[in-house]
């Protein structure tokens, strides 16, 4: 039986932070290492630390204990190893690897620059994400660049401080715009999950919050990408001609919603959302939801408007049913070849579902059943979920939702920075790495490091 020599992940990198993977067979051998290691990084100081090899010298065995850790200096990481410290240390069980679930979250928390950092450090996103802004520009008249890439210089490698250069607090209304937002997010995800599938981080099933299904789909082989970023773009252009609705979430059960809403829902609102057994939104005119927010603030429940301009799963999403089936109609539709969950039925999306213009067609204007949904992800075996989109919305839902506690080895990667964020995408990337790899994936560091001493073309 051997302990895997720590080994950091990388060390090219001009500035910190830097992940460092150990392995054992036994979590009694894996916590002796783990202090050996502190005390040789207290001893090493910062030279002998910018000089560890540039990936691990073996991969983990079948079946070993592992542990990674994010440091930005010899005395951090030894500091934080011998705390176990949760937020920077990541632990795996005694298992062979997790089901990873990729989460696409729906539109909201998008901001100028998102992605930027990406971008230039992870040539694999580069490449899908220019394929994904090639074909909008070229066919759907629609230019990403000034909005993705706003002037000011970008997020570089591992640089400390803000999580990136461009104002997150103060976006643009132009990257709030439906025929903007859902496409750009969907060339986002969809790049981003295209490069941790390369990396050897490959989805066991996927789910997607609203226009999130549409990737989910995309990457499950139901319609190719630039079908599917004609979807996504005739979707988001028939959204965008609807007068103006709004949305409410509120923290009650639906029942509880009858008695304060009785003559709005149902009526001028429908339930949009069932996010949680508590975590229900609803969906309608403005002055319906407005009319809404006010009775249920007297009633004493919580609610809060949502940032959206449309009635998204609402009956006046329904008037765009009878276009959307025939925008789906010209697209080739597939049975999924990796495991799908659907917001209309809340649970495996069927081969019959998967492939009917029609079924696709009713998404927007039906009840989202997210709540069935996580329900579903937390009775597959060691559950990993992954969120693909800005923030920790749906991560926040998934750990909240009550069936996360009947399994102990339950867990969520954040991939993106949210607006209010410190961390930079560079270090959400390496700790996506690091817990990955913790729980089991297969992860490719050579390719991980791939390039980034080369500078890239920036756009403003």
Known sequence: MTVREPSPVPARL????????LSAPTVDLLERATDDFADRLDAMGDAGFARLPAVPAAPAEPGAVRRAVLADSPRNAARWLRKRDVRRVFTGGRFDGASRV????GVGDQYPGLGAGLYRCLPAFREELDRCLRVLADEHGLDLHPVLFPPGPPEGCGSSGPADAFDRHTAPQEIHRTVV?????????YSLARALTGLGAGPAALA???????????????FPVEHALRLVTGRARLVDELPLGAMLAVAAEPRALDG???GLLPGPLSLAALNGPQQTVLSGPVEAVQAALLRLIGAGLPCQRLATAHAYHSTMTGALTAPLEELLNTVPLAPPSIPLLSNVTGTWLRDEEATSPAFWARQLSRTLRFSDELAEIWRLPNPLLIELGPGQALSRLALGHPDRLANALASVV???PG???SRTEWELLLTAAGRLWAAGAAVDWAALTEDLSTTTEEHG
């Open 181 to 189: 937002a859902q496409p750009l997010l969907f060339a986002l995800q």
């Open 260 to 262: 304060p809403l009785e």
């Open 208 to 222: 997607g919050y609203s226009v999130g299904e549409y990737t989910a789909a995309c990457l499950a082989g139901v």
């Open 14 to 21: 001009p500035v910190s932070p830097c992940l460092l993977t």
């Open 102 to 105: 990729y989460l696409f979250s």
């Open 414 to 416: 954040q991939t993106l």
């Open 419 to 421: 607006r209010l964020e």
